[in-house]
């Protein structure tokens, strides 16, 4: 008994560290994917803020994710966007409560691993878009400047080719310099912090010495800055949908964007959960239906006070595990910090430089970029490498939704090429009447008048040896249509040899398949 409540005891301990140590990575974080997103500059903290307590203190006792932090994810700021763009900020929770609906039918059905269904190349095109589309914003906020894409068509490309302008407005123009300082001392102590700090210095977060050595900074020197506007209220900035909010729901697009908004989500929270399991020893694997009902009670929440959509965040889910969280404890106390911080202590929020904040997410734009994904993925499947480029290049050139939809589509041509390609070598030896075809690829009925006239070609009489090695995949029809051949063909004198064992795994594989369906 005295051993159980000292184990319990422990475990308590290390949930309160890991917690504060979230809590800390959580405020700035929330704060800045707020701005990111297109919310209203005096409405973004609130927003922001009240999504990472909605994140901990709902999200975090329901997860099947016993160590996953939830909260507004940058993986969302892009897609939140173009929401509040085309449909308005008013609209926005209507939209998320809509994303909540489908994640909570499909953990109750449980869809939940088919959200996990999607290629890591789309998944890693995506992010990689993602961070180009934060990077290239946040760099112009980062000089007190508004993004020149603004609600303009092909706005993220607009962002990326006037960076250069923002440069120059930040060496040069008084109004931009102070900003421009304020931005780069936030990225250098993220930069170096990160290089040079040890291993359990790094518990300290990052982006939080950035944040709060910049903010000494503006203070100290009375820079001329933009700060974050704070409410006298937390909840000032949220509000319930009104009656006439809902006729938003005879839109079309709205369900699409709801819909759209429950795929990227819940792809981005099982994808965070399957990496908090890879990490940790202590704690329960995921339940994936139950964390997916989880973030669609948090979503649906989230519509009704009208504030950012919350999911799985790896940052904050990896530094909870490296801090040495055990329970689903942690995850609810970094909720319950941040709500005490901002009812007691919301004046020193409106210290922090806007800058700062844009700072740290043009630093974490640039490292959802990874050039060295890219090139593995080519080196090694150049068909996955166009899923991933087709993928960035719909949503850099586009916006997410397109760009989701142009991956998939890539994904679903591959997987038809990957069925549907049979490749066939024939070696003939006419002297010692000898035949040796490789087969490569899946042997299925698309490719069964290809197959049927490749083994036609085989003269009767001859040593027929069929290589079956690098045959992914034989459907009933091509089995069948090769046992009918091997007949004919031995009874008209040939020999036929077959690799039996391929043969017999490739059938056992297909009727596991098939028994696993019914």
Sequence with gaps: ???????????????????????????????????????????????????????GLVVGPLSGSPLQVSGPAAGLTVMVADFIQKYGFETLGIIVMVGGLVQIVAGLFRLGPVFRAVSPALIQGMLAGIGVLIFASQFHVMVDD??????????????????????????????????????????????????LASKALRLVPAALLGVVAATAAASS???????????ERLLDAARAPHLADLDALRDIGVWLAGLSLAFVASAESLLTATAADSLQRHAERTGYNREIIAQGTGNILCGLLNVLPV???IVRTSANVMAGARTRLSSFLHGAWILLFVLLLPQLLSMIPVAALAAMLVYTGAKLVKVDVAKDLWRQDRIEAVVFGVTFAGIVGFDLLTGILLGLGASLARLVYTF??????????????????????????????????????????????????????????????????????????????LDRDILHRLFDEQASRSANTT
């Design 1 to 55: 008994m005295l051993l159980l409540k000292a184990l319990l005891a422990r475990s308590i301990v290390h949930d309160v560290f890991a917690s504060v140590v979230v809590f800390l990575v959580a405020l700035p974080l929330s704060m800045g994917i707020a701005i990111a997103s297109g919310v209203p500059m005096e409405k973004a903290a609130s927003v922001g803020l009240v999504t990472a307590i909605i994140g």
């Design 311 to 313: 999911t799985g965040v």
């Design 221 to 231: 020197f009375d820079l001329d800055v933009r700060n974050v506007p704070v409410p």
């Design 420 to 497: 549907s390609h049979l490749a066939i070598r024939i070696e003939k030896d006419d002297d010692s009447k000898f035949v040796h075809m490789f087969l490569d690829g899946a042997a299925t009925f698309i490719r069964l008048p290809r197959f049927a006239s490749a083994l036609e070609e085989i003269p009767p009489g001859y040593d027929a040896h069929i290589h079956l090695g690098r045959l992914t995949y034989i459907d009933h029809a091509c089995l069948t249509m090769l046992i009918e051949w091997g007949k004919n063909f031995e009874a008209a004198g040939g020999r036929l040899h």
């Design 146 to 195: 508004i993004p020149p894409g603004t609600d303009r068509e092909f706005g993220g490309v607009i962002n990326l080719w006037l960076i250069p302008e923002a440069v120059f407005k930040g060496v040069t123009e008084p109004a931009h310099q102070p900003a421009a300082v304020i931005g780069l001392l936030t990225i250098a102590i993220l930069s170096l912090w990160a290089a």
